[in-house]
């Protein structure tokens, strides 16, 4: 049951503690564990990854059996139907043609006396992505995380996820991989396999970069590895805030509810309303969704621990928990989602009105839906081109331009006392040192 | 004494020593340490800031000493030269200067049937500078951090420092403070300091973004606190690598290599050149250099150690190993140094020519000297206003549009298990809830 709160105290603790679901975890026994396996992996190399999907996924392989078989990529291909086929390219299009748009380009400027200042962007050499196992298995994750590193211009890109029980691979996930220019791919999953991609191993590579969603000792290890490589993000349970008025739909607003509750028993659905009425009709509306739900148990659970309807005086007044929040899927199911959006500061994305439920962003808009979680919208932003992109600042001063600034340097560079900073300069500006060369 | 090496695999595995200076240290004792003191500013908030700053700092401060008086801050500009303020003035207008260029702007597109995607930009709510004490406390260090933070338009900003043993900050950083912006400034330093702007006391506010380099404590506390806020990156000691042909002029590449050793016993110093007569010429500079150098041994210490000049066959040998490295600094000291640059992959700031020191840059050309080390070049780059900002995705779908990719999106959430996600789609699309609402 969906509870409603009338009361803004009330709320406000409760959208604190749904926050912080994640922050007040117990997490060192498990870092204890994910720090040995990073450890075993580091020096073992190949048979520590065989070691341990044995041990994890009750599965044994040979080293020649890591890699996924081109065989095995285009049977992929026979195995999943014509129209999933369809949608995953629709969406690896529409994906791409986002992303495409306002990639960091390099650049310089020239300044007076001949100096030049810029950046230049180049694309890591290689990434590795984390597509997790089991009950997060998705295609979409592929899409999401494959396409942004080839626009990127990454050359060499490598994927990891855990096999099944039969040591395979999800076929959709192999048919998203391919789509999205992805062919190096691992079977393997868990803490070890972001230790592989951190450290290399016989047959994986070491990357720069390591994105992609998993489950705790997956986000634990990428925490770990961070600083030997760059991560994408912490990634923790989903969530999406809905603030709706007068004008929202009910069986709309439900299902959006749902299709966030859905995905975990962690994850949080929250409505801010201005409508009492609608907040009950809302807390109706899911219960008659929920009846014929395939997943009901698990999505019960995340709707009676992190679901609540509150019922707020105004859109400002909703405007401002959802801001205290920092969701990380923001649904405006308002007359006027544009004017309403000025009052809004944090949100990992943002889906105005009534036609766009969150699916739609989950899968094929075009935005990523990879996006900062459990308030981290506060500072963070949705995973892209630029997580796979570096830049280098350009600086070139001429003898000239050094000699205007040479006093204001060595009096900084004195305040500093580094010596050799300030000589540095100095020496350049003696005309004693000016042509001695070998 | 500078060594010089001619053999490429030994340069290869020396350069691969130094760059793992940082990654191979054993800090588990020190983790431990920083957890506690973690754990007791979050739940005693400014007890334990007082505690640890008596126990590490050997001073005692009551509570309402804690933050910089505004007769302090003014006093500070009577304790500094007219010559430095003038030249952190200069510094900060030159950063702020190229700051200001090509900040994140939010943008829409619209597309067909009514569609609109965009990415909205805003400031971070808060942010907080950690600027180190000691041996390390630079007004040149406060203006790379407090310059992007202003520019981004961070509107609460916050800077933490390490009293010294007189309880005093140090006169030349609470300038550079005022001059970049910010007011609000608390004595407080190490590991503690950092819990308290990630999860705030009574007296220093929780921040979204902390930004800044520290000793070892310092940066094992902000990789614990990332995830519950935002961070710049995880600073090691400081390097140069330096790329010499015929053209070079052995005393000014002597003092730039000088200049990234006397930074810290760990700094590395590293030159690759064609002319092996340089490289002698370097080594004998070096020697010279150092005699009267008011850092000696500290910089003796970082030239034996991690100071090496590699005899290379050609400048696209040097360049190779260089991408190796991915070093913080690269200085280009060769005959064209633009040509050179098309061979480059990997380098946090490119110093261009036998005119730009690195000094020019860490000082005031304008870019920031808040630099990805110890290899993180490979996927890192400079501090910017991007640190203090993030985005929202935003996405509107007209009813059209939804109804032309819903069997797309119902197709996808099928083959994931994701019932609700259709549902949110088809629901939209079924006649009989349309005009559904309260």
């Given at each position: 049951?969906?509870?409603?709160?009338?009361?803004?105290?009330?709320?406000?603790?409760?959208?604190?503690?749904?926050?912080?679901?994640?922050?007040?975890?117990?997490?060192?026994?498990?870092?204890?564990?994910?720090?040995?396996?990073?450890?075993?992996?580091?020096?073992?190399?190949?048979?520590?990854?065989?070691?341990?999907?044995?041990?994890?996924?009750?599965?044994?392989?040979?080293?020649?059996?890591?890699?996924?078989?081109?065989?095995?990529?285009?049977?992929?291909?026979?195995?999943?139907?014509?129209?999933?086929?369809?949608?995953?390219?629709?969406?690896?299009?529409?994906?791409?043609?986002?992303?495409?748009?306002?990639?960091?380009?390099?650049?310089?400027?020239?300044?007076?006396?001949?100096?030049?200042?810029?950046?230049?962007?180049?694309?890591?050499?290689?990434?590795?992505?984390?597509?997790?196992?089991?009950?997060?298995?998705?295609?979409?994750?592929?899409?999401?995380?494959?396409?942004?590193?080839?626009?990127?211009?990454?050359?060499?890109?490598?994927?990891?996820?855990?096999?099944?029980?039969?040591?395979?691979?999800?076929?959709?996930?192999?048919?998203?991989?391919?789509?999205?220019?992805?062919?190096?791919?691992?079977?393997?999953?868990?803490?070890?396999?972001?230790?592989?991609?951190?450290?290399?191993?016989?047959?994986?590579?070491?990357?720069?970069?390591?994105?992609?969603?998993?489950?705790?000792?997956?986000?634990?290890?990428?925490?770990?590895?961070?600083?030997?490589?760059?991560?994408?993000?912490?990634?923790?349970?989903?969530?999406?805030?809905?603030?709706?008025?007068?004008?929202?739909?009910?069986?709309?607003?439900a299902a959006?509810?749902l299709?966030?509750?859905?995905?975990?028993?962690?994850?949080?659905?929250?409505?801010?309303?201005?409508?009492?009425?609608?907040?009950?009709?809302?807390?109706?509306q899911v219960?008659v969704q929920l009846?014929?739900h395939?997943?009901?148990?698990?999505?019960?659970?995340?709707?009676?621990?992190?679901?609540?309807?509150?019922?707020?005086?105004?859109?400002?007044?909703?405007?401002?928990?959802?801001?205290?929040?920092?969701?990380?899927?923001?649904?405006?199911?308002?007359?006027?989602?544009?004017?309403?959006?000025?009052?809004?500061?944090?949100?990992?994305?943002?889906?105005?009105?009534?036609?766009?439920?969150?699916?739609?962003?989950?899968?094929?808009?075009?935005?990523?839906?990879?996006?900062?979680?459990?308030?981290?919208?506060?500072?963070?932003?949705?995973?892209?081109?630029?997580?796979?992109?570096?830049?280098?600042?350009?600086?070139?001063?001429?003898?000239?331009?050094?000699?205007?600034?040479?006093?204001?340097?060595?009096?900084?560079?004195?305040?500093?006392?580094?010596?050799?900073?300030?000589?540095?300069?100095?020496?350049?500006?003696?005309?004693?040192?000016?042509?001695?060369?070998?």
């Amino acid at each position: 049951m969906l509870r409603i709160i009338t009361q803004i105290a009330e709320a406000t603790t409760e959208l604190q503690r749904i926050s912080d679901r994640t922050h007040n975890q117990q997490t060192e026994g498990k870092e204890v564990a994910v720090r040995e396996i990073l450890k075993t992996v580091q020096t073992e190399g190949d048979q520590a990854l065989l070691d341990y999907t044995e041990k994890f996924d009750q599965l044994t392989l040979t080293v020649d059996q890591l890699r996924v078989t081109g065989s095995e990529l285009d049977a992929a291909y026979q195995q999943v139907s014509k129209e999933l086929i369809d949608a995953i390219a629709l969406a690896r299009k529409k994906i791409e043609a986002f992303h495409r748009q306002r990639t960091p380009k390099s650049w310089v400027e020239f300044g007076d006396n001949q100096t030049v200042l810029g950046k230049r962007y180049t694309a890591v050499d290689r990434a590795g992505l984390y597509v997790p196992g089991g009950r997060a298995s998705y295609p979409s994750t592929v899409l999401m995380n494959a396409v942004p590193a080839t626009v990127a211009g990454v050359s060499r890109r490598v994927m990891v996820t855990p096999p099944g029980a039969d040591g395979k691979v999800n076929s959709a996930v192999l048919v998203a991989a391919q789509e999205a220019g992805i062919e190096e791919i691992y079977r393997v999953g868990g803490a070890h396999a972001i230790g592989a991609l951190a450290y290399g191993t016989e047959t994986i590579p070491k990357v720069d970069v390591i994105t992609g969603p998993g489950n705790i000792y997956v986000t634990l290890a990428k925490k770990m590895v961070y600083g030997t490589v760059g991560i994408d993000s912490l990634a923790g349970p989903s969530e999406v805030l809905i603030i709706a008025d007068h004008n929202a739909n009910p069986v709309y607003v439900a299902a959006d509810l749902l299709a966030q509750a859905e995905h975990d028993p962690m994850a949080a659905a929250i409505l801010l309303t201005t409508e009492e009425k609608l907040a009950q009709e809302v807390q109706k509306q899911v219960e008659v969704q929920l009846e014929n739900h395939p997943r009901r148990t698990l999505t019960e659970k995340a709707i009676a621990h992190y679901g609540v309807a509150v019922v707020v005086k105004s859109l400002t007044e909703a405007a401002k928990l959802s801001n205290l929040f920092a969701p990380e899927h923001l649904e405006l199911e308002v007359e006027d989602p544009w004017e309403m959006l000025n009052l809004i500061r944090h949100a990992g994305a943002i889906f105005m009105g009534h036609s766009t439920p969150e699916a739609v962003g989950d899968y094929l808009a075009g935005p990523n839906h990879t996006l900062p979680t459990s308030g981290a919208a506060r500072y963070a932003s949705a995973l892209g081109v630029e997580t796979f992109m570096k830049h280098s600042s350009l600086i070139e001063y001429s003898h000239t331009a050094l000699d205007d600034v040479s006093q204001a340097i060595q009096t900084l560079a004195q305040a500093e006392g580094l010596h050799s900073h300030s000589e540095s300069v100095r020496l350049r500006m003696s005309k004693q040192y000016d042509q001695y060369k070998c």
